[in-house]
């Protein structure tokens, strides 16, 4: 099973909102990624966790929050985005940094 | 820190043609060179990928070449079917960092 799950695959908030992205993965993988896609463009790196831990931030506003509860989980707690914000929000894991790396179908975000 | 270039940016094929994709890297320790596949609407899909003790790898239709010394490596897709149609992006890696990709090929097969 190569599977990544983020949920809610759509979400739709207010400038003014809190809100939550979700993903999940059972594979045993110890690092995981959360990456931003703009329309025809490329995924852009956000963050990275290793080992529960984070290793990379690439220096992401502070209205993006990054949570990794435990080995299977990584969360990002989104509060007071702009309508510039609006993209598909990827989650991807992989054994370890620089191995493969299975992405989840992503949540497509709008911010009105 | 690590660049990525990749060409052509859009690639049309006739079903049953070859069609190639090349990349060049920027970091001499980048050790890890993937390939994804990215539908409409979905998440990249990971086909097929390279390490730098390695020349060259393939499986099925799909073969990956890495050049070392260049600093280049390119994706090959044999016999290619309208469902080969979709943005492939190539990526590099080395440990402790994420993946960065290139900025992706949107490959067209017309029957």
């Known amino acids: 099973d190569t599977e990544v799950t983020q949920t809610p695959k759509h979400l739709v908030m207010g400038m003014t909102n809190k809100k939550s992205l979700k993903c999940e993965q059972h594979?045993?993988?110890?690092?995981m990624y959360w990456y931003k896609q703009k329309a025809k463009k490329p995924p852009e790196l956000m963050f990275v966790?290793?080992?529960?831990?984070?290793?990379i931030n690439e220096s992401v506003p502070s209205r993006f929050s990054p949570e990794c509860p435990n080995s299977s989980l990584l969360n990002l707690h989104l509060h007071a985005l702009q309508p510039e914000d609006s993209a598909l929000y990827l989650c991807?894991?992989?054994?370890?940094?620089?191995?493969?790396?299975?992405f989840g179908q992503g949540t497509r975000l709008t911010v009105v | 820190g690590e660049n990525v270039e990749q060409h052509p940016s859009t690639l049309s094929v006739q079903e049953g043609d070859s069609a190639v994709i090349k990349c060049t890297y920027s970091?001499?320790?980048?050790?890890?060179f993937p390939w994804y596949k990215q539908e409409l609407g979905k998440g990249p899909q990971l086909i097929i990928d390279?390490?730098?003790?390695?020349g060259e790898k393939k499986d099925q239709r799909i073969a990956v070449t890495l050049n070392k010394t260049a600093k280049h490596f390119s994706l090959h897709i044999t016999e290619t079917q309208p469902e080969d149609s979709a943005v492939y992006f190539c990526?590099?890696?080395?440990?402790?960092?994420?993946?960065?990709f290139g900025k992706g090929t949107t490959l067209s097969v017309s029957s």
């Open positions: 390279i390490r730098s003790n390695v």
């Open positions: 970091d001499s320790a980048s050790n890890y």
């Open positions: 594979m045993g993988h110890r690092a």
């Open positions: 966790y290793s080992y529960e831990k984070l290793s």
């Open positions: 990526a590099a890696g080395q440990a402790g960092t994420a993946l960065i």
């Open positions: 991807a894991s992989s054994p370890r940094t620089a191995t493969e790396a299975f």
